[in-house]
């Protein structure tokens, strides 16, 4: 695209013939408002002719019948031949800034022109239309439909005016479907057993793209109602299915009939199986007209952030359900005493069950129901963001729910190359057994067919509905590497390298379209490829994620998952020997690392718990021995030391709930409702000390610039003496932080390097100091360099930070003479 022509096009001139006129509508699909205008930008000229110059008309607002935003133009282009026109759409912000607002790319794998294409043959008629719709979370499923002059579907277009209703399904292969309503056990058995009979069952009829839609008056009667879809598939059987596009499913529990009669209550229900609920999603304009406190601004930069991983399946001490979101409501206040400023959520999308972490979601845009759903999630924001609580949602696009008989799973197909939601490679005939041609993934189930629009539509819609109706501040995705490099065929193992290129496209596309959604969203990617495309912004290329989980960080500080001899494993060798030598170097290289766009953690959900062998970090500390006198001396000791590793590191710091009051409980993903920690008992008793380390930590980082920036350099390295120095900075200020994992203290420790000459160095925090259960021997004191030379006396298993202003140093980050240059240092003879 070079030279841009304006059009200007009117509706009532007359059409030369030759020529088609082409109805161009764009809608976003979203609630909050994202642009004031549109502009359509197309592969034509002034006169309609295929052009390399394109050419720009301005779009026509109106709004839709989804209640959102929609921008429209029309154009005549020239027919006479055959040609494919390449448009797309440039949004203008209230500010005046145009940005592109195509994030889908072409689907030719090599192929990365993000426009959409609309074919001209000459004899198609006088009109066509050309559409595209950012996102499909208020337009698909049960959805109301408001009084509008738009009308995008036949099944639109047969109501009567007013509002309405209108079901929308994607089944491309099926024969026929039907709207069926439950009755009161919410649930219709595989012979239709649980039908309401007193509702007529709405027949579907099919739109283009293999949707099938059905349109009925009102809106108001119909909330409430249970329904599920009455697919009749290619092979002529019928199968029950819920709405994927589905906003609540009516079970609360753990009851799966398995297609058998059931006429016990709805809440009993797994919510995975259960039917789907209309509900009508339209919000009280007064319920976050108060969302947020001025004194307690919401961080919106990921290297802002301190995050608290929470679980509220594992909330509720006292219980052994589930927790809810009234549990985590309950422990806000203790997140703002501890200090950190963004909650990280474990999946809350629809998932089998009641206990479970949630890594395999059934209904993308449900959110669990027997957690308090839609209501309970919104109000944890809102109560979040009066706190200056940021808070991140996990989702799961890398598979689905292993139950999702009743979701996904063969929904208008039996043939496995027609398993409209799964990936599948070639025909049934290429392979030794039908289920060799999908794909594994290194995840919990067979990998999605990221090549269809319809299935990233899916995907993206559940996404932007996180932003748009509640109000979440940015996503962690998980384990985005099986989406663009692990697609293996099942049947042998082979890489597909159609399905990482997919999974690339796709991962592009859901960030640039929440990023238009909200520009200033916190995208996260648990990846650990070490792939530096995934941290890149997608306009030049990459995946366009802001961060990623750095989990080689959490092996080289903790390392007890029986990694090899290239991880330090800090702290697990620290617990077995407690005079051995300490890999140090090794894990600063992981340490500098970090400030690479690099989530880190002392621990997360994974490593706490993906196993039977799995332990929390206290244990690991002590290599698994009786929590009491010196041992849990010691244990607490060396956790502030890791906990200071990781807050002041240059990588964005996240913990484990637990991990910040020693939680030793397993926490496995299975049998966790069962070993639910005390968190307050914890606090005031054993992890007290713990708490308030972990409280001046995390006060430190968010009050300090050099804390939060990719400053870093490593001071010195000794690993017979075990102890580690680096410094951090930022503007006129510098830190240095100095590690020791002795089991004895050292008085006199010298330190040598060119970047601690100058001014004298203040202590700022001890974890050593009495306030966090240390012994505070010896003490803290200022030190003044001589020449290049610190000597330093280091407490027991303890990190100690100093600080000082640096001369002469505006508010650039930039090192002192000699950064980059690997200290000398010398051990002291021990007294």
């Known amino acids: 695209m070079t030279t841009e022509h304006r059009t200007h096009q009117h509706e009532d001139a007359p059409q030369a013939a030759g020529t088609v006129r082409v109805e161009f509508v764009y809608r976003t699909g979203v609630g909050r408002p994202i642009a004031h205008d549109a502009l359509l930008v197309g592969s034509w000229d002034g006169a309609g002719r295929p052009a390399a110059d394109w050419s720009v008309a301005p779009m026509e607002r109106f709004t839709a019948d989804d209640g959102c935003a929609a921008f429209r133009a029309s154009v005549t282009l020239d027919a006479s031949h055959p040609w494919t026109a390449d448009w797309g759409v440039r949004l203008v912000r209230p500010d005046g800034a145009q940005v592109w607002a195509i994030p889908g790319e072409l689907a030719d794998p090599q192929a990365t022109a993000q426009v959409r294409q609309v074919v001209i043959r000459p004899g198609d008629g006088p009109v066509t239309r050309a559409e595209f719709r950012l996102s499909s979370h208020r337009h698909n499923g049960a959805r109301r439909l408001a009084p509008s002059a738009d009308a995008d579907s036949d099944a ?17 292969h099926a024969r026929a479907v039907e709207v069926a309503f439950a009755g009161p056990s919410g649930y219709i058995a595989d012979d239709g057993h649980g039908e309401d009979g007193l509702l007529t069952r709405l027949p579907m009829r099919p739109v283009p793209g293999g949707w099938w839609e059905a349109a009925a008056p009102g809106f108001a009667d119909w909330v409430g109602r249970r329904y599920a879809y009455r697919v009749v598939r290619d092979d002529g059987s019928v199968a029950w299915r819920s709405d994927p596009y589905s906003v609540r499913q009516c079970g609360t529990g753990d009851t799966d009939p398995c297609g058998a009669h059931y006429d016990g209550p709805a809440a009993d229900l797994d919510g995975a ?8 999603t339209r919000e009280d304009g007064r319920f976050w007209a108060e969302e947020f406190d001025p004194a307690r601004p919401v961080p919106r930069r990921v290297e802002d952030l301190v995050i608290y991983e929470l679980h509220v399946g594992a909330l509720g001490f006292g219980h052994t359900g589930a927790g809810t979101f009234a549990d ?9 005493d501890l200090g950190v400023n963004a909650v990280e959520l474990l999946p809350m999308a629809e998932f089998s069950g009641t206990r479970s972490w949630g890594y395999g979601s059934s209904h993308f845009l449900a959110v669990k129901q027997s957690a308090g759903g839609r209501e309970g999630l919104r109000a944890f924001v809102r ?3 009066r706190r200056g609580l940021a808070v991140l949602m ?8 292993p139950n999702a008989a009743r979701s996904v799973w063969q929904y208008d197909s039996r043939v496995p190359s027609r398993n409209s939601y799964y990936w599948y490679e070639g025909t049934e005939s290429d392979h030794p057994h039908p289920e060799g041609g999908y794909l594994d993934n290194v995840s919990s189930g067979w990998a999605p067919r990221y090549h269809d629009e319809n299935v990233r539509a899916l995907f993206i819609a559940s996404a932007v509905a996180l932003i748009d109706d509640f109000h979440i501040d940015g996503l962690r995705v998980d384990q ?8 293996s065929l099942h049947a042998d193992g082979s890489p597909v390298a159609a399905a990482n290129i997919a999974g690339r496209k796709f991962l592009r596309e859901l960030c640039q379209t929440l990023r238009l959604v909200d520009p200033g969203v916190m995208l996260i990617a648990e990846d650990h490829s070490g792939w530096a495309e995934v941290t890149r912004p997608a306009e030049q290329g990459g995946l366009g994620f802001d961060a990623r989980w ?17 991880y330090a494993r800090l702290l697990h060798t620290a617990g077995r020997d407690q005079t051995g030598p300490l890999a140090m170097g090794l894990f600063a290289t992981a340490l500098t690392a970090a400030a690479d766009r690099a989530v880190v953690y002392t621990e997360s959900h994974d490593e706490a718990g993906n196993s039977r062998h799995s332990a929390r970090n206290i244990l690991v500390a002590v290599d698994h021995a009786p929590l009491a006198g010196e041992t849990a001396w010691y244990a607490l000791a060396r956790l502030r030391c890791v906990a200071a590793l990781t807050l002041l590191s240059p990588g964005t710091p996240l913990f484990l709930m637990g991990d910040e009051v020693g939680a030793a409980r397993p926490y496995l993903h299975d049998t966790f409702a069962e070993a639910k920690e005390d968190l307050a008992g914890l606090r005031a008793g054993r992890g007290a000390g713990l708490f308030a380390c972990y409280r001046v930590l995390v006060g430190l980082r968010l009050g300090s610039p050099a804390l939060r920036s990719g400053g870093v350099e490593v001071v010195a390295t000794d690993d017979v003496g075990r102890v580690l120095a680096f410094r951090r900075w930022a503007g006129d200020e510098e830190f240095l932080v100095v590690a020791s994992l002795r089991d004895e203290p050292t008085a006199g420790y010298v330190l040598t390097h060119p970047a601690l000459a100058g001014r004298r160095w203040r202590p700022v925090l001890d974890t050593d100091a009495a306030p966090f259960g240390g012994r505070a021997r010896p003490p803290a004191r200022a030190v003044s ?3 290049e030379t610190v000597r330093l006396d280091l407490p027991t298993a303890a990190v100690r930070v100093y600080r000082r202003r640096r001369r002469g140093q505006g508010t650039a980050a930039r090192p002192p003479a000699g950064a980059g240059r690997l200290g000398r240092l010398r051990l002291p003879r021990r007294h």
């Open 550 to 566: 750095y989990v080689d960080f959490y092996h080289h500080l903790i390392g007890d998952k029986d990694e090899g001899p290239e």
């Open 273 to 280: 199986v259960s039917c789907s609920m209309v509900v009508d």
């Open 785 to 787: 360099p001589r020449g």
């Open 328 to 336: 985590a409501l309950a422990l806000l206040d203790y997140l703002t």
């Open 383 to 385: 109560a979040c963001h």
């Open 156 to 172: 639109d277009a047969d109501a009567d005016a007013g509002e309405r209703i209108r079901f929308r399904v994607w089944a491309p």
């Open 480 to 487: 985005t590497t099986s989406i663009h490099a692990y697609n």
């Open 394 to 401: 996990d989702v799961v696009y890398n598979h689905y729910s």
